[in-house]
């Protein structure tokens, strides 16, 4: 079965910093993976996603993530944050096209805040 | 296109009303799908439909809710009668293929009092 586990529920940075969201998944199958941000009242927009191709994933907003099998990890990076990038991010994993359990889901993580500090 | 659309944005209902919560997927999208997103548990799937047809509903809480799609640029999902523990932020979004990237509407707010 399919899971995502994102290892911080919070996180806090400086504008100006590095930010590092981190996630781990569990498929049996090849995954199709994705990042999320969802700002306050606002609705889930898609920042990047990885479906087999470069294991180094960019996204929108100068994010990227880099799809590491070994560690069966799929970690959010940016090298400066910005005030406008607090918000909650969720991690994402469906099965794999070939997958016989394809059901079409997606499974979320928990998410993350990011906030960011003036 | 206009991206997915949701109606109303926000819904503050009394104990025991009946409630609708509206969606227009995006054109040309074949799969439609509706969640639920509360501080306690998350966003959780409630329903999928894949050509207006449900393809799994196993994440419906109850009987009370129930969810159509007459026709591909229509859903509706129903909360009958609805309860305080249904106040929630109800989502729907759409898809071209499955596992493909979902595109997500801006929610329905709903408070049940």
């Known amino acids: 079965a399919q899971s995502v586990t994102q290892l911080d529920s919070h996180v806090s940075v400086s504008e100006g910093t590095p930010v590092l969201l981190r996630c781990n998944y569990s498929?049996?199958?090849?995954?199709?993976l994705f990042w999320y941000v969802q700002h306050p009242n606002k609705g889930l927009q898609l920042l990047l996603k990885?479906?087999?191709?470069?294991?180094l994933v960019k996204g929108i907003n100068g994010f990227e993530a880099e799809f590491k099998k070994s560690e069966t990890s799929f970690h959010l990076t940016k090298p400066s944050a910005h005030m406008s990038d607090a918000a909650e991010y969720f991690c994402?994993?469906?099965?794999?096209?070939?997958?016989?359990?394809?059901?079409?889901?997606?499974?979320f993580g928990q998410g993350t805040t990011l906030q960011v500090k003036p | 296109d206009a991206g997915v659309i949701q109606s109303p944005r926000h819904e503050v209902t009394e104990m025991g009303q009946e409630v609708t919560l509206r969606c227009k997927p995006i054109?040309?999208?074949?799969?439609l799908f509706w969640y639920r997103q509360t501080m306690m548990r998350g966003l959780e799937l409630l329903i999928y439909?894949?050509?207006?047809?449900?393809?799994?509903d196993s994440g419906m809480p109850e009987d009370r809710f129930s969810a159509k799609m007459p026709n591909a640029s229509f859903s509706t999902l129903k909360i009958q009668p609805s309860e305080p523990r249904d106040s929630a932020v109800y989502f729907c979004a759409s898809s071209f293929v499955v596992q493909e990237t979902q595109y997500f509407g801006p929610g329905t707010r709903l408070l049940v009092l």
């Open positions: 994402v994993v469906s099965d794999g096209v070939l997958a016989r359990s394809n059901t079409g889901k997606l499974i």
């Open positions: 439909f894949n050509n207006n047809v449900p393809i799994d």
């Open positions: 990885y479906t087999s191709a470069a294991t």
């Open positions: 054109s040309g999208h074949d799969y």
């Open positions: 498929s049996s199958y090849s995954p199709s």
